[in-house]
């Protein structure tokens, strides 16, 4: 099969996926190889020497959160000595923002991708600024993820089951054409996936507790997210492991490398240092402040969202920085580096184009344009929490690493 | 005061203005001089031999409703002898979309305007297709109206007491920002909408009736339409009777003619026979099928929203046709016959400008260009319905009268 015959078979295979979001199940019942000391994080893999500042915050609060350590010392000790179990999400059909960290007894959504009998995997998005993935890890955050961990994801599985699943797939489609680009912006796609909820929740809970989930899904502003992203790499991992194909099915960062990963070159990450990122700040806060690129969050951006999509979500620069005009240029050049158009996700300012969908390792390092990602600004000293939002790139070394791996793929 | 400090004035009044969705009432106990016979109409004043079709069907419907009558026949006896009182919606602090009829005991929209104590009134929106003020009367739409107003109603008002009423100017600010226009495209306020409202609902309601009112809401798509409507008239009320100000306050069509009133002119309508639209028709139905541009909805253009705000929401085409392009086009040239922009209603795609706000006669007289109005279109047959939507332009002759009376207005 040529090169283009298996990109054409690649593209198909995304396009046909699905994403639904069918259930809400604990980590350690339902992700592979699970142990009980497993801890996953955003990226590829990075040994605990190497982890950044608000990686090791969130390993605290998650180890505080399961009961293994009571303090940032002991959660060290613990990680020195080798008891812990680090891996990368992606090797276990997971995917998190940020620091991205899943450990046994947290709660899940599963996302299906139904066409292809794929199961993907994340926690459930906890709000900005203190949160855990940006490396908050005191009693307020416990607290929180506690409640959400114990009584509003069982009151969201009870709504799903009643449900039958929400189909994400059409929500994104339909909040690309209300503004929002699925990775910074998902005010529309938030207030869909509400009004779908809303009638299964009130018919399955208790008046209290729905008005307090209903409350927080809202508030949170990008709830959406984490399910958006475990169905993203549900519908990329359906292209994945095509021979001979050159597109990126993976693009994650751990806030120390970004990787990427390329249907033909099977699992295989291909990294470099993760750069810093160009943004805006939240107030008491500086580029001073803020931590490397983080995070599984750019699985958005290899679907066609994101800054891909910009082009029709001109208010995510009152978020993360820039003009309209900026927004729309970004999305012109992703075109430059991918293979094809999602059809189904469309935006009407570009005349209901589809988005920039399939980033061709070839066409980056030919053009020397990297994928543009959308992100948030996590403080590099752990504990902190989240301190703005802005813009950055992959680096061009992954894709000439991966090109370079491309070309002698038959010779090793 | 000059021209230009007058149509100042008349903005500063309109942009300081609010719109609060406070309560919902019954028309005969809330809208002024409502005797036991009158029936309210969109548009400028019109009698019934000049009354089209579609609004002579709303008519019926309404008299059906109301118990006065059970047959068309029995209508319009009714209405030739002289029993039933017509007077124009504006006329009474109302305002509604298509024939926009309003009669004794229908619930209404109260919005209010607390900056300057306007309230102003709406019915409730009944969705698209087979309805009411599209001049559909069948055993379906009374069976509609009678659920909406004996049951939906109540339960609004309950919720919205609750919510010590729900900020409007808010959500369309927001909204703009969504991809909606708020005239023919409400897909991301009526979900803001619904955000704001289900914990009220959920808190006053019983279950089934608040799972069934959500739906309803959800479903409808347009819902906040009719309260937008109120709130716009309530906004562009307060920059009305400004001596030399030669801003339209109101612009409004009854199916038969098109009229607008100008705030340095009072009260006084200038009027011209109603345009036909260009549009998308739903199956089966063609342009030899439709009426004349008809409804008070243009008060969303007036106050900066509908074909005014396209720019921000190219999706729009999707129901009215016409291109992204031609969005973007029409707000431009709206621009030029403004005197103002929007200070809260801003547009991302034209990096935040505010929409074009204050159509000034003089500037649609000198450069030629008439308001564009986004529209559904009604059959001209009493009893069909909605048959699909488009677009249109309020008539020159509007501006050239009013225009002549405004140089002439101390002469008289």
Request: glycine fraction near 10%.
């Amino acid at each position: 099969m040529s090169i283009d015959e298996a990109n054409k078979t690649c593209l198909q295979r995304i396009q046909e996926s699905t994403a639904v979001w069918s259930d809400i199940k604990t980590a350690k019942d339902v992700i592979p190889g699970m142990t009980q000391r497993t801890v996953l994080h955003a990226g590829p893999p990075v040994a605990w020497e190497h982890m950044c500042g608000p990686m090791r915050g969130s390993i605290t609060g998650a180890c505080i959160y399961e009961g293994w350590a009571s303090t940032p010392e002991e959660v060290e000790q613990l990680a020195i000595s080798g008891e812990l179990e680090f891996d990368s999400s992606h090797h276990r059909n997971a995917i998190g923002p940020m620091s991205g960290i899943i450990t046994p007894s947290m709660e899940v959504n599963v996302v299906t991708n139904t066409v292809h009998g794929i199961e993907t995997y994340s926690t459930l998005y906890m709000g900005i600024g203190k949160v855990l993935r940006h490396g908050a890890f005191d009693d307020e955050v416990i607290t929180k993820l506690c409640w959400m961990n114990k009584e509003l994801a069982p009151l969201l599985k009870s709504a799903l089951g009643r449900a039958g699943g929400i189909d994400l797939k059409s929500i994104v489609a339909q909040a690309l054409q209300m503004g929002d680009e699925l990775h910074n912006r998902n005010k529309a796609s938030n207030a869909l996936l509400l009004t779908a909820l809303v009638q299964h929740l009130i018919s399955v809970g208790e008046k209290n507790e729905v008005v307090k989930a209903i409350d927080f899904i809202d508030k949170a502003g990008h709830f959406i997210l984490n399910a958006v992203m475990a169905g993203s790499k549900g519908m990329l991992d359906a292209g994945s492991n095509i021979e001979n194909s050159t597109i990126v099915t993976a693009l994650a960062r751990n806030g120390h490398e970004t990787g990427i990963r390329v249907s033909g070159l099977g699992d295989r990450w291909f990294t470099a240092p993760a750069p810093m990122i160009e943004g805006v700040y939240f107030p008491g806060f500086g580029p001073e402040d803020a931590n490397p690129d983080m995070g599984d969050s750019a699985i958005t951006e290899t679907i066609g969202l994101g800054s891909f999509a910009m082009a029709g979500a001109p208010a995510v620069v009152e978020y993360i920085g820039g003009t309209a005009k900026f927004a729309m240029e970004t999305t012109l050049k992703m075109y430059e580096i991918t293979v094809g158009e999602h059809e189904t996700f469309k935006l009407p300012p570009v005349n209901f184009r589809g988005t920039p969908l399939g980033i061709d390792i070839r066409k980056v390092v030919e053009t020397g344009i990297t994928p543009v990602i959308n992100t948030g600004i996590a403080c590099k000293r752990p504990g902190v929490g989240q301190i703005g939002a802005g813009l950055t790139a992959a680096p061009m070394e992954c894709f000439t690493a991966a090109l370079e791996a491309f070309v002698h793929r038959n010779k090793s």
